[in-house]
Every structure is written in C-alpha cells, then in structure tokens.
C-alpha cells in the first residue's frame, strides 16, 4: 500500500488495573484531543580501550503513551480513572487505542498494554475547558494487533 | 454537528431563563427589539476530539430598540451584565442535548448603534459564546 501520512481521528479505551480484557475498558475518545503512542531508546556510553574510542550504543527502549485530554469532577471519565490508579500502589491503566476508526487491520493495527500513570491534573485557566496532558511509561512493549 | 439543533436549543434556554425579551435561533429579516437572536457561528474546529466533536463560536446578538437612549442602555445593562436576567446568567456553564458539555460565554462586545433596513434606530451589542458539540 502507498504511503500516506496519518490523520489522527481514532479510538482510546482505558480502565484502572491490570489484566483488563477490552470488554472492561471505558472508551474516553470523545474526551481526548490528542494522542501519541512513544518509543524511546537509552543510550549506553562505552568507555574508551586501547583498541576502541570512547562510543555510544543502543541501550534499553521505553515505550510511552502522551494522552491530553478533557477533565470533569463528575461522571466517568480519564481524570477519574487515572486518579483512581494514582491511589493505588502499582498505578496501572490499561489502554488500548487505534489511529483511525478504520477496522483492525494492517494498516491499522490496534495497540493494548498497561500505563504506569505518573500524574494526572484537574482545573486550569478560568473560565476555560478543564484540560491535562500527560505522558505515562508502558510497563512494557504493548500489544499489536492487525486483525 | 446540527447546528441548527444548537441554535434552537440555546434559544429555548434563553428564552425559558429570560423575560421581556424576544429571543431567535435565526437572524430574522427585520428584528423586533428588544431581542436576542442566536447568531451564526464565527468559528468552527472540526475534529475538536478523538470522537469528532467540533468547537462551535457564535455570538448572541442583543438589540434593544434606541427610540428611548437611556431605557436602551438601562435595557443593554441588564443582558450585558451578569446578575440575574442576564445572558452570562441564563447560559454559562448550560449543558444540553444539542451539544457536549458547558457553554462557556467567553466576552461581551461591538457595543453601539445600528439601523435597521426599515430605519429603526437600535442598539447593539455580541455576546460571544463557545462550546464543543
């Protein structure tokens, strides 16, 4: 298939714990504006030896969800699930999302995993839309799935 | 997004909330002061969120008629404000079917004179709203 570049128009599930099946999952979309899915990789510096300079190789990768998002003190909703995982003592969401509300293929895989969720905020400006953005490491690799 | 849906609703809210005053969800061809006329959207983000939501800006036209200069700006006062009667009073903060979440009656302005096609003299003023749906 041809390259063509991404409009972001998708889906994002989320539920407090781990081990949720999708069924268990709320689906917050209509609450977030903006959604990435990050891979990041460490770099390992390698000290210098008589036969090899000084270098810098690949290290480990973490993998991260950014979610920004609209906030209420009522109903059900991203604040209330990640305020419900900030106290407990692992911090865990599951997530699952897509990129367009296209059907599950290759070309438009659904991602699963678990979020460790770091932070969360409510208020703002006022008079203004309640708004948080947040960044939250996966607790490992997530799931991809094209059918 | 229906707005003309929005349009009816906010209407009715004003209307419900509001006494003395006539109140459209069109921009009639010749207004019959005083009245408040829910007017087109000046502004509209598509794709507001992930589930399509748009973010709608439209005004809330006031118009009062300006035969009696000081009963006008006395009537102006009153939609302008924001006690009882007014129209930050009657919308901020309103949820509806027709949209997603509150209104949010952001400012007030364009404050001053108009004439009417018929030569009426009025004055006028926006009220500018914004809210997803």
Redesign the interface.
């Known amino acids: 298939m041809a390259w063509e570049p991404l409009v972001?128009?998708?889906?994002?599930k989320l539920g407090t714990g781990s081990g949720l099946t999708s069924g268990q999952l709320l689906d917050v979309?209509?609450?977030?504006?903006a959604?990435q899915i990050l891979i990041n990789r460490n770099t390992v510096e390698v000290p210098a030896t008589l036969g090899q300079p000084r270098g810098t190789r690949a290290g480990g990768t973490q993998y991260s969800v950014k979610v920004d998002y609209?906030s209420?003190v009522s109903g059900s909703g991203c604040w209330q699930i990640f305020e419900a995982a900030l106290a407990a003592a692992d911090g865990i969401v599951c997530w699952e999302g897509r990129m367009t509300d296209a059907s599950i293929s290759a070309t438009n895989p659904s991602y699963r995993g678990e979020l460790i969720v770091t932070g969360a905020a409510i208020g703002g400006t006022a008079?203004?839309?309640s708004t948080d953005s947040q960044t939250f490491p996966l607790v490992s690799s997530y799931l991809k799935s094209t059918s | 997004v229906d707005v003309s849906a929005v349009r009816a609703e906010i209407k009715d809210v004003l209307q419900a909330a509001l006494t003395g005053w006539r109140v459209e969800s069109y921009l009639p061809e010749s207004p019959n002061p005083p009245c408040l006329l829910v007017g087109y959207p000046t502004d509209i983000v598509y794709?507001?969120?992930?589930?399509?939501?748009a973010r709608i800006t439209m005004p809330i036209m006031v118009l009062v008629g300006a035969a009696d200069a000081r009963s006008a700006q006395l009537r102006m006062d009153e939609a302008l404000g924001t006690d009882s009667g007014s129209v930050v009073d009657a919308l901020h903060g309103t949820s509806g079917t027709a949209w997603?979440?509150p209104i949010?009656v952001?400012s007030a302005g364009n404050v001053g004179r108009a004439v009417t096609d018929g030569g009426a003299q009025l004055f006028a003023a926006d009220i500018v709203i914004e809210f997803?749906a």
Do not use: P, W
């Open positions: 972001l128009k998708g889906s994002l979309s209509d609450q977030v504006y959604m609209l209420a008079e203004e839309l | 794709n507001a969120t992930l589930r399509a939501h997603f979440g949010i952001k997803l």
